[in-house]
């Protein structure tokens, strides 16, 4: 018999303003976010969304919407943010806010290399840029 089944995957990408009445002023291109969220969603071993650009301060939250353990490793190791596999299962988020401008690339070292598999990219740009 077949059955069909309907995935329902979590919303990738959720950026929140920085408050206000929800003005188009707003939603306007280049407005700065207070919060950026990237998720793994139900499908596991990918980023989503795989690449952003913030504003300086802005707080990045990882959530693991997956059902595997995953972790959160800057790609050149030599940066001090990230979270351990036993600290991301499912259900678990991690925050951080990086202020200092630059790229920013990560990965998760259970389904990918530095440079290849489950692999994201943060910009943090310039103020003002």
């Given at each position: 018999?077949?059955r069909?089944?309907?995935?329902?995957?979590?919303?990738a990408?959720?950026?929140?303003?920085?408050?206000?009445?929800?003005?188009?002023e707003d939603?306007?291109?280049?407005?700065?976010?207070?919060?950026?969220?990237?998720?793994?969603?139900?499908?596991?071993?990918?980023?989503?969304?795989?690449?952003?650009?913030?504003?300086?301060?802005?707080?990045?939250?990882?959530?693991?919407?997956?059902?595997?353990?995953?972790n959160?490793?800057?790609?050149?190791?030599?940066?001090?943010?990230?979270?351990?596999?036993?600290?991301?299962?499912?259900?678990?988020e991690?925050?951080?806010?990086?202020?200092?401008?630059?790229?920013?690339?990560?990965?998760?070292?259970?389904?990918?290399?530095?440079?290849?598999?489950?692999?994201?990219?943060?910009?943090?740009?310039?103020?003002?840029?």
């Amino acid at each position: 018999m077949f059955r069909p089944t309907t995935l329902v995957f979590g919303l990738a990408f959720v950026v929140v303003g920085c408050g206000g009445g929800g003005t188009d002023e707003d939603d306007a291109p280049g407005a700065v976010a207070d919060r950026v969220e990237v998720q793994i969603q139900a499908i596991d071993n990918t980023f989503r969304p795989e690449a952003a650009t913030v504003e300086p301060g802005t707080e990045l939250v990882f959530s693991n919407g997956g059902r595997n353990d995953h972790n959160v490793l800057p790609a050149d190791g030599g940066d001090e943010w990230g979270v351990a596999t036993e600290d991301f299962g499912p259900g678990d988020e991690y925050r951080v806010v990086l202020t200092e401008p630059g790229t920013y690339p990560y990965y998760c070292s259970l389904h990918a290399t530095p440079t290849a598999g489950m692999i994201g990219t943060i910009e943090v740009a310039a103020s003002g840029s």
